[in-house]
């Protein structure tokens, strides 16, 4: 089986997406952009949205697409989907084909997640040094 190549940035990224998951991915992206201004770059193959380092990112797999945010576990009031794992407080949402979320809802979540991001700075450095 061939290794895919990243794609050269989230515009090609989402391009190479097909049926529910490209609707998916073109609404989350649409609902993140209003909400923050952050930079949106491939990194570690998937969408990630930087400020002082990493605040959440997209990623499209076969039969879900994710959501997920470096200090996600501080988000789950907002929404009870997301489950932790990992390093850095990290929470995920995952969506299967006909799961849906409000783009209010991931406003929301991108705006506590910058907050989060403003007040405590970069997360994978923090954690370097802790």
Same mark, same amino acid.
């Given at each position: 089986?061939?290794?895919?190549?990243p &794609?050269a940035?989230?515009?090609v990224?989402?391009?190479?997406?097909t *049926?529910?998951r490209?609707? $998916?991915v073109?609404?989350l992206?649409g609902a +993140?952009?209003? &909400?923050?201004?952050?930079d949106?770059v491939i990194k570690? *193959?998937?969408?990630?949205?930087?400020?002082n380092?990493p605040?959440?990112?997209?990623r &499209?797999?076969?039969?879900?697409v994710l959501l *997920?945010?470096?200090r996600?576990q501080?988000l $789950?009031q907002?929404e009870?989907?997301l $489950? /932790?794992?990992g390093?850095?407080?990290?929470?995920?949402?995952e969506?299967?084909?006909g799961d849906? +979320?409000?783009p209010? %809802?991931v406003?929301?979540?991108?705006?506590? &997640?910058v907050?989060?991001d %403003?007040?405590?700075g970069? /997360? %994978?450095? +923090?954690a370097? $040094?802790g």
């Amino acid at each position: 089986m061939k290794k895919a190549v990243p &794609a050269a940035n989230p515009d090609v990224y989402v391009a190479a997406l097909t *049926g529910w998951r490209r609707t $998916r991915v073109q609404e989350l992206r649409g609902a +993140i952009r209003s &909400a923050a201004r952050l930079d949106e770059v491939i990194k570690w *193959g998937n969408v990630v949205y930087l400020g002082n380092g990493p605040v959440l990112m997209i990623r &499209a797999e076969e039969e879900r697409v994710l959501l *997920g945010f470096w200090r996600g576990q501080r988000l $789950r009031q907002i929404e009870p989907r997301l $489950r /932790p794992g990992g390093k850095y407080e990290m929470a995920t949402l995952e969506l299967r084909s006909g799961d849906r +979320i409000a783009p209010a %809802t991931v406003r929301r979540l991108t705006a506590v &997640a910058v907050e989060l991001d %403003t007040e405590l700075g970069d /997360p %994978t450095t +923090i954690a370097a $040094r802790g």
